[in-house]
Each structure stands twice: as structure tokens, then as C-alpha cells.
């Protein structure tokens, strides 16, 4: 592939330099690198590496699926051109993967579950690309297609984002005259319109499910599924709906992103890497008045080149299991060799001519690169703050775990963290992926092991009159025996459960700093349950900071310091270097500060907790005013009041 930055333009985009020219060299340059991975009809595309969890089969109808997605943006974009053939090459995979004699054929929707999520991708682009694929296709071809889609119709869907699948499919079936159940498109519309949330966010089932699902599928097909169901009067009526949340979603999205052009690195499925950059072009292709198409282009440009600067795709041109380059234990139990190439959402732009608004309007900064900001984003319970010095945006966590207000579940290190950044990511390897360490509060017991947080209660998120966000959650500290059985799919695991004191957790956010109050209470256990531990050493863990060595030299491209201050009740500090414990470097520091003895019930510890692109001149300083008023001040002077909550069962 020809350098991209040769092709760079910052008359149109200053921030990227990246233009609709180098979206289409990157797609061009992935489809072509697919090609030799290809079984000789095409149906299959299997890349390089283990076989995924799901086995070589649905690997190789991945491999097709999700780089059909990145051939019919290109092509639905350019209005049908196609110097590449992408069309006839795609036509004769569809052929011989739906023929059902033919030794190449896919796995089918009744033999494996993931061949739903994957029927999706060729329903979607079938409606995109119809003029010059669908409607070309030989009838037997299209009525291979249209049988090998049919189990969709009836079939049992995951309530989570994989029911969009059916819809998206069934509509499909139904705009070619194919059959279909009205029934399973209008229940799953009624399941889906339980997973709004507030703000325009989804969350991704029943569950407090926060993640990148959120924009690149919950944000993405309720669009095209009005596209494709144009005029029912059922689409037509929601599409305003389905406008609104979008609109008022990306208001939070862009804020989300950081001047480097990462993501958050938080939630399942990361390695799909680009694909988070999907839900700016859905807002583009909605025509939204917000954000703007400049500032929408400069958010999905900023992602997909951060990833294209640091090695992915790979020298071959192949999208490994990793985030940069490759890393295979950011994989999930249902990753495989072809699963990072849902990254094709990411390229979801192309499908809009080269004169739309979003690719010719001026780059607009994002909003960090405007000015430094606090987002409270309640849906997610996320306090949002970033920096525009070193373009960090950083999220503390009072509201996302995967799971539900009272549960007793192993912490996932995607979810249940309380802090996630665009700059640093959370243990994923090694011990502390299971055994809280980084971004936690936590109680050790009496080996060592700390407890877990999942399940916990909000107890509040508030903007103070200063900008200061404010945020709190209780939990019961808990332990949990879950063994290594069953898949990991990036959730909490249940297990035998061991039941410690309450904890309860104040955070107060400014800038690069966040003050946590901690309070641990005595805890009550049901009779027919192992006696309570009754406390333990109290460990806060800090920003995990990328580093190239386990001294501490900056990762190459990174610079950045992560510090905790112990303030009252905590005499023990230090830093721990983690080995291979993050996909963003080979060493991870973590800051911890600790008490050296059991925790004390009752008493308010305090610990201030840095993430910036420099050493802090100054940290803030915590007082009290009686048991209930905590003041903060900040290094910038400001003074702020919290009125911390009382203990469980005491009056409020």
C-alpha cells in the first residue's frame, strides 16, 4: 500500500490530513490483502493464525462476511464503479458459500449461532450494493441466497444487539420478495426499544452492558433498517426516534475520543480496533445537524489512522487478533482470525459519494483539542474528563459492570474497572485480569486476594457549581471462587462467593486528577453463608501506564504519568511493573497506595489519583467538616464541598 501520509491534505483536514482518498486506499489495500487467504471459489476467507474458538468453518465465513462489509461501501459509495471487480469476485463467494452441495458452502443459521451475526453483514451490503450485485446474481444464486437466510426467520436471537441481526436479515428477505415473519421484525423492534437508556445511549441487553456495541451496532442498524423498510409506515415513524438518539448519543461519542485518535479502551470485543469510528458515518448518512460533518470526519479519521500509524493492518496488510498489532489475548472465546475485520464498519464513510458534506467540509477539532471539558454521561455512569494539554480523555466508572445492582460476580477488567482512559488500558493478561489491582478499591484478604466490586449500587453522578464532577457507588466487597470453565465472552463470572464489609466510594473529578473518598462499613451474610471476612488491607490502584520497560521509560509514541497520592488512613505506597499485561506496551506500571494493617470500619480513607502527560505541579488537598462535608481543593485553586453518603443502615 502506498504510504498514506503521502496522500495527506490539511487544507481539508488539518487535525488527520486523512480525506475520502485515504479511506479508500486502506479499504482497496484490505480487500486485496484478503484475496490470497481466499479457498479457490472465494467462499471462504481464512486468515493467518489459530483456529477461533468457533472453529475453521465459521472462521472462513467471518473472513467473507466482514470484508463484504468494506467491498460494498466501496462500491455503494462510487455509485457502482468498481476497478477492482469487487462485485463479480463477492458474487462468486455468495455463489458457492450458499450452495449447499458445494464443499466450499458456509456453515448455515441452523448449525451455528454465529452465522446469524454474519447473515447480518450479507443481508446489509446485498441492500447497498443491489443495483450491481443483487440484481445480477444468476435466480438459482439469489434463491440459494434467500434459502440459506430463511432460518433467520422464527429462530431464537440473544437479547443483546445480536436481535437486530434477525431484523436486519428478515427485512432484507422481505424487500426481495423472499419469506419472512412480520411478527419477529416488530418483537425484536420492541425488545430493542428496551435497551434506550438515557442521552440517546443504548445499553446492550438488560444488563448495564456499556461498550463500544453502543455505536458500531445499537446506533448503526436501527438506521439502516429504516433505510432498508423505507416507506412502512412502521420505519418511517421510528426513523425520527432513531434520528434523535443518535444525534444526542454522538454529542457524548465525540467527546470520547482522543486527540491521538484512540478510543476508549473499554469493553468487549476491542480488537474489531476502527470499527468504533461506524456511528460518525451513521451520523453523517443520517444528515444529523449535529455535530457537525467536519467534526464527525475528524472523529472517525482520528481512529482509523491512529490504528494505521501503529502497525494495523500489519505489514501483509492483514487485521490481526490485537489492537495495534497483534496481541492475542485481547481475543474473546468467540474471536477468530477473520473477527478483527468488523473493523469494516469503521469504513462505513465510503458508502457516501465523494461529494457528500462529511468528506468536503473543513476538519473541526474535537473537543479536547478545543479545550479541556468535564461530560457527565449518565446512562453509562461515566464522569468524563478531558485535557486538551495532553489530549487524554479519561472516564471514572460509577455505572457500567455487565451486570445488575446486587450481583456477587468476578470484576471483568472491561467493565467493572473504575477508570478507563484513551491513553492507558486495563489489565488483560496475567493475574491481575482476574485479580483487581489496576483503576480499583479493593479489600485483601488473608492471601492476598482482592475483592470484587460487580454488582454495585450508584449512589450518585452530579456536576457541582464549580464544573467538578461528582460521583458515588457501594458495594459489598466479595470474593469468588469461579474455577477457569465455560467461555469468555469479556463478563464477570459467577462462582462460590465469599462475603466481605461494604465499601463505599466517593470520586470527585477535575482535570487530570481524581480524589476518591473510601469508607468501609461492616458487612451482613446471609446465615447459610460463610462467615463475613471482617476487613483486610484497603489497596486503591491507579492509572495503569503504558511503559517500554519495567523501569519506567515511555512506550514509543507515549508519553504520560500516573500517580496516587495517599492522603488519610493510607501509609503504605508504591508502583508494580506488569509484564504483558496490556496490548499498548510490553511493561504496565500500576501506582497503589495501601494500609499496612487491617482497614478500619467507620473512617474515611482518601487517595488522589493522576493521569496527565507530565508530572503534576501540585496534588489536591482534602478536609472535613464534621462526618458528612468533604472539601476538595485543587491545584487550580478551586474549592469544592461533597456531601459524602451515610453508612448502610444509618439515617440518611
Not at 479493593?442 to 492476598?448: C, H, K, N, R, Y
Request: net charge negative.
Amino acid at each position: 500500500m502506498r504510504p498514506l501520509r503521502e496522500l495527506d491534505d490539511l487544507r481539508l483536514s488539518p487535525h488527520t490530513g486523512w480525506t475520502r482518498q485515504h479511506w479508500a486506499a486502506l479499504a482497496d489495500h484490505l480487500l486485496l490483502s484478503a484475496r490470497p487467504h481466499a479457498s479457490p471459489s472465494h467462499a471462504r476467507i481464512t486468515f493467518p493464525g489459530p483456529p477461533g474458538g468457533y472453529g475453521t468453518d465459521v472462521d472462513g465465513l467471518e473472513g467473507f462476511a466482514r470484508t463484504f462489509l468494506a467491498a460494498g461501501f466501496r462500491v455503494a459509495g462510487e455509485g457502482g464503479r468498481d476497478p477492482l471487480g469487487l462485485m463479480d469476485w463477492y458474487a462468486q463467494g455468495l455463489a458457492t458459500g450458499t450452495d449447499p452441495r458445494s464443499p466450499e458452502r458456509w456453515v448455515r443459521l441452523d448449525e451455528h449461532g454465529q452465522a446469524k451475526v454474519e447473515a447480518a453483514s450479507l443481508a446489509l451490503v446485498l441492500h447497498l450494493t443491489r443495483p450491481w450485485l443483487w440484481d445480477r446474481l444468476d435466480p438459482l444464486v439469489q434463491e440459494q441466497v434467500v434459502d440459506y437466510l430463511a432460518p433467520a426467520i422464527g429462530s431464537d436471537y440473544p437479547p443483546i444487539n445480536w436481535v437486530w441481526f434477525q431484523i436486519v436479515v428478515e427485512q432484507f428477505l422481505a424487500s426481495v420478495g423472499g419469506p419472512y415473519a412480520r411478527e419477529d421484525i416488530e418483537r425484536g423492534l420492541a425488545l430493542t426499544d428496551g435497551f434506550a437508556r438515557q442521552d440517546g445511549w443504548y445499553a446492550d441487553g438488560a444488563e448495564r452492558a456499556y461498550d463500544h456495541y453502543a455505536g458500531w451496532a445499537l446506533q448503526f442498524y436501527p438506521l439502516m433498517w429504516a433505510e432498508m423498510a423505507a416507506g412502512d409506515p412502521a420505519a418511517d415513524s421510528r426513523l425520527p426516534l432513531y434520528r434523535q438518539r443518535l444525534e444526542r448519543y454522538l454529542h457524548d461519542a465525540v467527546h470520547l475520543v482522543g486527540a491521538d485518535g484512540s478510543p476508549l479502551v473499554q469493553g468487549r470485543s476491542l480488537t474489531y480496533r476502527f470499527a468504533a469510528a461506524t456511528p460518525f458515518w451513521a451520523g453523517a448518512r443520517a444528515g444529523l445537524a449535529t455535530p457537525a460533518p467536519g467534526l464527525l470526519r475528524r472523529a472517525a479519521s482520528g481512529v482509523a489512522r491512529h490504528f494505521v500509524d501503529r502497525g494495523a493492518p500489519d505489514e501483509h496488510g492483514i487485521l490481526t487478533l490485537g489492537w495495534h498489532r497483534a496481541w492475542p489475548p485481547i481475543a474473546q472465546s468467540y474471536s477468530g482470525p477473520g473477527s478483527p475485520y468488523w473493523a469494516a464498519k469503521g469504513l462505513f464513510g465510503l458508502s457516501l459519494p465523494a461529494d457528500h458534506p462529511v468528506w468536503t467540509a473543513v476538519e473541526e477539532p474535537l473537543p479536547v483539542e478545543r479545550e479541556d471539558f468535564h461530560l457527565l454521561a449518565r446512562a453509562p455512569g461515566w464522569l468524563v474528563s478531558g485535557t486538551r494539554a495532553d489530549g487524554i480523555v479519561r472516564v471514572v466508572n460509577h455505572g457500567t459492570d455487565h451486570s445488575h445492582p446486587g450481583t456477587h460476580l468476578t470484576d471483568s477488567p472491561l467493565y467493572a474497572r473504575l477508570g478507563y482512559s484513551t491513553a492507558t488500558s486495563p489489565l488483560l493478561a496475567g493475574p491481575h485480569a482476574a485479580d483487581p489491582f489496576d483503576q480499583s478499591v479493593a479489600v485483601l484478604d488473608e492471601q492476598g486476594l482482592a475483592s470484587h466490586r460487580t454488582g454495585f449500587e450508584t449512589l450518585l453522578l452530579d456536576r457541582l457549581p464549580s464544573g467538578t464532577l461528582a460521583g458515588a457507588s457501594r458495594w459489598q466487597a466479595h470474593w469468588v471462587a469461579s474455577g477457569d470453565g465455560g467461555p469468555d465472552h469479556g463478563y464477570g463470572r459467577s462462582g462460590s462467593v465469599r462475603l466481605g464489609p461494604w465499601i463505599d466510594l466517593v470520586s470527585a473529578v477535575r482535570g487530570t486528577w481524581e480524589v476518591r473518598l473510601i469508607r468501609l462499613s461492616p458487612g451482613a451474610v446471609p446465615e447459610d453463608a460463610p462467615a463475613p471476612s471482617d476487613g483486610g488491607r484497603l489497596r486503591v490502584g491507579g492509572w495503569p501506564l503504558p511503559s517500554a520497560t519495567a523501569a519506567g521509560n515511555a512506550a514509543p509514541g507515549q508519553d504520560g504519568c500516573s500517580r496516587v497520592v495517599a492522603g488519610a488512613g493510607f501509609d503504605r505506597s508504591g508502583s508494580t511493573p506488569v509484564r504483558d499485561g496490556s496490548p499498548l506496551a510490553p511493561w504496565t506500571l500500576v501506582p497503589w497506595c495501601a494500609t499496612s494493617g487491617p482497614a478500619r470500619t467507620g473512617t474515611w480513607y482518601t487517595a488522589a489519583l493522576h493521569l496527565g502527560g507530565r508530572p503534576p505541579a501540585a496534588s489536591p488537598a482534602v478536609s472535613w467538616d464534621g462526618p458528612a462535608l468533604a472539601h476538595v481543593t485543587w491545584p487550580d485553586g478551586t474549592r469544592d464541598t461533597l456531601a459524602v453518603p451515610a453508612a448502610p443502615g444509618e439515617p440518611r
